[in-house]
DNA sequence: ACAACGTACAACCGTCTGGTTGTATGTTGG
DNA sequence: CCAACATACAACCAGACGGTTGTACGTTGT
């Protein structure tokens, strides 16, 4: 189960961890391009934008649709997304640190205050919909 | 300019594309731990894990603090919202496309209604200060 | 003082990655 | 039908990656 997930964070990770990708990514979140108008935007062989494509696809961030013999590929902005809730699992860890900072200055009100620490106001949105946070309990 | 912000999101996912990273960050996000701390945590040499470390560095993503002979790590979480500011401009470009679909069904009102795009409630937050915070670098 | 600890770094090794070229297969238009 | 196009895939290569071991150096406690 977390194996798996461990496993598909390292092929999205990954997957974007190239800027070639990353900007077929703006492309196809845009519209559908067939993998030859992809490549034709790139200084690099067509074998290596299909290789490129095909990383993409195994992580689930693009989705290729068959239209006669062009293959027309699109961003799947779920997957986009999915990311975002494993760098915000992240933040979630980081809010229960400074939580347990916060009780600890309650339990001891003295001395020196720079602790700098309140919120900065993050990504995490305060919608009612953020179904992703476990919130720590204060 | 637009060079160098590659560069920096290149290592910043490159960077969270190992699990052993990924969970050295949700250690030091949490609190701060000397470096033989998370070793001791991990199946592997001292080296590796120092190695893992210092991608992280380089990345931003932590930040080392010496404390007599141990070398204190702890998570950046700006860093990890600038990842996910990345990732928000990516479903900005996305939303871009929804609105183009949005203006030709406007101007073609007729039949075949199958276009289910309308938001799904994703992670933009429309809270007036979605400023997000790119962290300048190091 | 010095042994034990914490860290840094270099060298090495097998594997994966990002690129190439070449070849094969399916689709389309004239 | 067949030439041109779009795609797929295998083989190959240099370099990066993740791991190892070994060595060196500063810090600490007794």
Redesign the interface.
């Known amino acids: 189960m977390t194996e798996a997930d461990?496993d598909r964070?390292?092929a999205l990770?990954?997957a974007?961890?190239?800027?070639t990708r990353?900007d077929i990514?703006?492309r196809v979140?845009?519209?559908e391009y067939s993998v030859s108008a992809l490549a034709a935007s790139y200084d690099m062989s067509f074998a290596a934008v299909q290789k490129h494509v095909a990383v993409l696809e195994r992580a689930g961030l693009l989705i290729k649709r068959r239209s006669g013999r062009e293959q027309l590929a699109s961003?799947d902005?779920?997957a986009?997304?999915s990311?975002?809730?494993l760098?915000?699992e992240?933040?979630q860890?980081?809010r229960?640190?400074i939580a347990?900072i916060d009780e600890l200055i309650a339990f001891e009100p003295e001395e020196r205050g720079n602790h700098q620490h309140r919120d900065?106001?993050?990504?995490t949105?305060?919608?009612p919909?953020s179904s992703v946070t476990s919130t720590p309990g204060h």
Chains 1, 2 share one sequence.
Request: include cysteine.
């Open positions: 461990e964070a390292d990770f990954h974007l961890a190239d800027r990353r990514m703006r979140l845009a519209g961003g902005v779920a986009v997304r990311v975002a809730s760098l915000i992240l933040e860890v980081w229960g640190r347990r900065q106001e993050g990504l949105c305060p919608s919909t």
